[in-house]
């Protein structure tokens, strides 16, 4: 097999140039010595020789020039087979066109067509011979190692082919492909690489049943996300393990990898039916093009993706600031890595020491703050209210001042969907630090401004993990009540509001994302099972476990007396301000401040106090 994929490489090809110099001199001979009778043979080659040297000279040329020696013929396409007809047509037409000259419309003009004919068909049936042995030494070699799995593929489009195209030629991949699925009609039991389609998503089920398949894959690249999370939920109800084959730029064929590098799991991002957010990229450049910028929590989940996202529009300075020194590193040496000619300055602070902060604003000067810093765990804040109240409220108020006395031109404080009519510490911690930003937005040039949204996919303690996690293990998988939902979005999407918030702020927003609908929990734990190739509650449990403290059975995004107010961003809104006065605050932080080392309850009770919507469950 290793001399067959070789072929054309190197001294190979020389190989190739000899045979296709000698083929055609042997068949414009054979073609002669048919069609002229013996003792008129010699006669006849003496008067056409020059001829056929002409004929039999312009193959070579035309093979390079055409650079026919370059392509590989195990691989080769539809354009590469022109290359070589345009190189039969050029050496059929040389000798055509010399016998005219010579002797004009006689029998030696039909020889010389009836030659170039047969030249063709010898030259295209030696390439086409080269890529039958290799499929079948290929073919064999697979049987050997191991039985491929029965697949069937969803899109019958350019992903696909090229799935397609590297089960036959690749021997990392072994799938035995029983059909494709397209919604065109024209497609139908249309042929793509030995591959039938045969049928639209209405079909998926019945397919799988009947052709017995054992896996699905998902290849189609240019889909929006509505259909494509309906297409996954089909899949899922078939029973099959579905996995998604990643985009060209991943391609069998170009990575060369293990099946595993090019296929991936169905994550929710995929069955939300929400399309990306798209940003105007022109506001958010004309923000931090060439300024400094400053990112407390700069080594979390959503902190880190700021940094990301915020390098790409060529800061000045980008100034990382985190307490925790592991993940932080993570990120700096990732940053450095990607951005080696960007400025990036990593520290490690806590946000409650406003000394820290001081120095930190004093030395670098940042023009903006994304303020993402803060205890985010819901149940974790229960136990401990007052670490809540000391990282995410005063940590706040004292990065928010610090940002005002040292000339900040704006700042972006990272809120949640749990600060709306709160249950649980966290939320209310949240709330309280919307209070502050729009506080302080009253008593201060810099301009405040907080974005809220959602559950983060992909975020430290997300559901989804933990979800793989526990079916990897056999189960069960435990969701805390039947009827639970939550709105979802990813990293990527939260730091992208997040800067175009930056962008439209005036200062004293608070910007909200239309998420669209929220998500089942339970709906999505069944989804995850079926998607791995498992059937939920029979070959994975799926348990409740009960809320846990401080959690509610669904989240908002708007409290009910804040109205919605539209920006230049079809998704983004901005919800309307509840009056509080700087005095007020005070009082407030003045309350909570009292309470930092007392117990559990007292903690919780003065936090009802300071924060009116906040509706303690008095169950945990």
Same mark, same amino acid.
């Given at each position: 097999?290793?001399?067959?994929?070789?072929?054309?490489?190197?001294?190979?090809?020389?190989?190739?140039?000899?045979?296709?110099?000698?083929?055609?001199?042997?068949?414009?001979?054979?073609? /002669?010595?048919?069609?002229?009778?013996?003792?008129?043979?010699?006669?006849?080659? =003496?008067?056409?020789?020059?001829?056929?040297?002409?004929?039999?000279?312009?193959?070579?040329?035309?093979?390079?020039?055409?650079?026919?020696?370059?392509?590989?013929?195990?691989?080769?396409?539809?354009?590469?087979?022109?290359?070589?007809?345009?190189?039969?047509?050029?050496?059929?037409?040389?000798?055509?066109?010399?016998?005219?000259?010579?002797?004009?419309?006689?029998?030696?003009?039909?020889?010389?067509?009836?030659?170039?004919?047969?030249?063709?068909?010898?030259?295209?049936?030696?390439?086409?011979?080269?890529?039958?042995?290799?499929?079948?030494?290929?073919?064999?070699?697979?049987?050997?190692?191991?039985?491929?799995?029965?697949?069937?593929?969803?899109?019958?489009?350019?992903? =696909?082919?090229?799935?397609?195209?590297?089960?036959?030629?690749?021997?990392?991949?072994?799938?035995?492909?029983?059909?494709?699925? /397209?919604?065109?009609? =024209?497609?139908?039991?249309?042929?793509?690489?030995?591959?039938?389609?045969?049928?639209?998503?209405?079909?998926?089920?019945?397919?799988?049943?009947?052709?017995?398949?054992?896996?699905?894959?998902?290849?189609?690249?240019?889909?929006?996300?509505?259909?494509?999370?309906?297409?996954?939920?089909?899949?899922?109800?078939?029973?099959?393990?579905?996995?998604?084959?990643?985009?060209?730029?991943?391609?069998?064929?170009?990575?060369?990898?293990?099946?595993?590098?090019?296929?991936?799991?169905?994550?929710?991002?995929?069955?939300?039916?929400?399309?990306?957010?798209?940003?105007?990229?022109?506001?958010?450049?004309?923000?931090?093009?060439?300024?400094?910028?400053?990112?407390?929590?700069?080594?979390?989940?959503?902190?880190?993706?700021?940094?990301?996202?915020?390098?790409?529009?060529?800061?000045?300075?980008?100034?990382?600031?985190?307490?925790?020194?592991?993940?932080?590193?993570?990120?700096?040496?990732?940053?450095?890595?990607?951005?080696?000619?960007?400025?990036?300055?990593?520290?490690?602070?806590?946000?409650?020491?406003? =000394?820290?902060?001081?120095?930190?604003?004093?030395?670098?000067?940042?023009?903006?703050?994304?303020?993402?810093?803060?205890?985010?765990?819901?149940?974790?804040?229960?136990?401990?209210?007052?670490?809540?109240?000391?990282?995410?409220?005063?940590?706040?108020?004292?990065?928010?001042?610090?940002?005002?006395?040292?000339?900040?031109?704006?700042?972006?404080?990272?809120?949640?969907?749990?600060?709306?009519?709160?249950?649980?510490?966290?939320?209310?911690?949240?709330?309280?630090?919307?209070?502050?930003?729009?506080?302080?937005?009253?008593?201060?040039?810099?301009?405040?401004?907080?974005?809220?949204?959602?559950?983060?996919?992909?975020?430290?303690?997300?559901?989804?993990?933990?979800?793989?996690?526990?079916?990897?293990?056999?189960?069960?998988?435990?969701?805390?009540?039947?009827?639970?939902?939550?709105?979802?979005?990813?990293?990527?999407?939260?730091?992208?509001?997040?800067?175009?918030?930056?962008?439209?702020?005036?200062?004293?927003?608070?910007?909200?994302?239309?998420?669209?609908?929220?998500?089942?929990?339970?709906?999505?734990?069944?989804?995850?099972?079926?998607?791995?190739?498992?059937?939920?509650?029979?070959?994975?449990?799926?348990?409740?476990?009960?809320?846990?403290?401080?959690?509610?059975?669904?989240?908002?995004?708007?409290?009910?007396?804040?109205?919605?107010?539209?920006?230049?961003?079809?998704?983004?809104?901005?919800?309307?301000?509840?009056?509080?006065?700087? /005095?007020?605050?005070?009082?407030?932080?003045?309350?909570?401040?009292?309470?930092?080392?007392?117990?559990?309850?007292?903690?919780?009770?003065?936090?009802?106090?300071?924060?009116?919507?906040?509706?303690?469950?008095?169950?945990?």
């Amino acid at each position: 097999m290793n001399i067959i994929a070789q072929l054309g490489k190197g001294r190979k090809r020389w190989i190739f140039a000899a045979l296709d110099a000698i083929v055609p001199l042997l068949i414009i001979l054979v073609v /002669d010595l048919i069609a002229i009778p013996i003792s008129e043979f010699g006669a006849f080659i =003496a008067a056409r020789w020059y001829i056929t040297l002409i004929q039999i000279a312009v193959y070579p040329i035309l093979f390079f020039i055409f650079r026919i020696y370059q392509i590989s013929w195990v691989y080769c396409n539809a354009w590469e087979c022109v290359r070589l007809i345009a190189v039969c047509g050029g050496g059929t037409v040389a000798g055509i066109c010399a016998s005219f000259i010579r002797f004009g419309w006689d029998s030696r003009f039909k020889l010389s067509l009836a030659s170039g004919f047969i030249i063709f068909g010898a030259l295209i049936g030696s390439r086409l011979l080269l890529t039958v042995l290799f499929r079948i030494m290929q073919e064999r070699q697979k049987e050997q190692t191991r039985r491929p799995k029965r697949a069937l593929v969803i899109g019958a489009g350019e992903l =696909a082919v090229i799935l397609l195209r590297d089960n036959s030629y690749n021997n990392r991949v072994n799938f035995d492909i029983v059909g494709l699925i /397209d919604d065109d009609p =024209a497609k139908l039991r249309q042929k793509v690489h030995g591959a039938t389609v045969l049928g639209g998503r209405d079909d998926i089920e019945r397919i799988v049943k009947e052709k017995n398949v054992e896996l699905i894959i998902f290849a189609i690249s240019t889909i929006d996300q509505k259909s494509k999370s309906e297409l996954l939920s089909i899949c899922s109800k078939t029973g099959r393990r579905v996995m998604i084959l990643k985009g060209v730029e991943d391609s069998i064929v170009k990575k060369g990898n293990e099946p595993e590098k090019y296929l991936r799991n169905v994550e929710i991002e995929d069955l939300l039916e929400r399309e990306p957010i798209r940003l105007n990229n022109t506001l958010i450049e004309e923000e931090l093009k060439g300024k400094v910028v400053l990112v407390t929590g700069g080594g979390g989940s959503i902190g880190s993706e700021l940094c990301r996202q915020i390098l790409r529009f060529e800061p000045a300075h980008l100034v990382i600031l985190d307490i925790y020194e592991n993940t932080t590193y993570e990120v700096q040496n990732e940053l450095e890595e990607k951005y080696p000619d960007q400025k990036i300055t990593v520290l490690i602070g806590s946000v409650r020491d406003k =000394a820290r902060l001081d120095e930190i604003m004093e030395q670098y000067k940042p023009w903006i703050v994304f303020h993402a810093a803060a205890h985010k765990h819901v149940p974790l804040m229960e136990y401990s209210p007052a670490e809540a109240i000391k990282n995410n409220v005063f940590g706040t108020y004292n990065t928010a001042r610090s940002a005002a006395e040292h000339g900040v031109r704006r700042f972006v404080m990272i809120s949640t969907d749990k600060a709306v009519n709160p249950t649980n510490v966290m939320g209310a911690s949240k709330r309280m630090c919307e209070m502050v930003v729009q506080t302080m937005e009253k008593c201060s040039d810099t301009e405040f401004v907080a974005v809220r949204f959602g559950n983060v996919l992909g975020s430290h303690g997300s559901v989804i993990p933990r979800f793989r996690k526990q079916i990897e293990q056999g189960g069960p998988v435990t969701v805390t009540h039947p009827d639970i939902t939550r709105f979802f979005m990813t990293i990527p999407e939260a730091a992208q509001l997040v800067l175009q918030a930056a962008s439209y702020a005036k200062g004293g927003e608070i910007f909200v994302l239309n998420m669209g609908k929220p998500v089942r929990i339970y709906d999505l734990a069944k989804k995850i099972i079926s998607l791995s190739g498992f059937r939920p509650d029979v070959d994975v449990k799926i348990v409740f476990t009960g809320l846990r403290p401080g959690e509610k059975l669904y989240e908002e995004l708007l409290m009910n007396e804040e109205g919605l107010t539209k920006t230049a961003h079809s998704k983004i809104f901005i919800g309307k301000q509840i009056d509080i006065t700087e /005095d007020e605050l005070k009082d407030k932080l003045a309350k909570l401040e009292s309470v930092l080392h007392a117990d559990v309850e007292t903690v919780k009770d003065m936090m009802e106090q300071v924060v009116p919507t906040y509706k303690r469950n008095r169950q945990d």
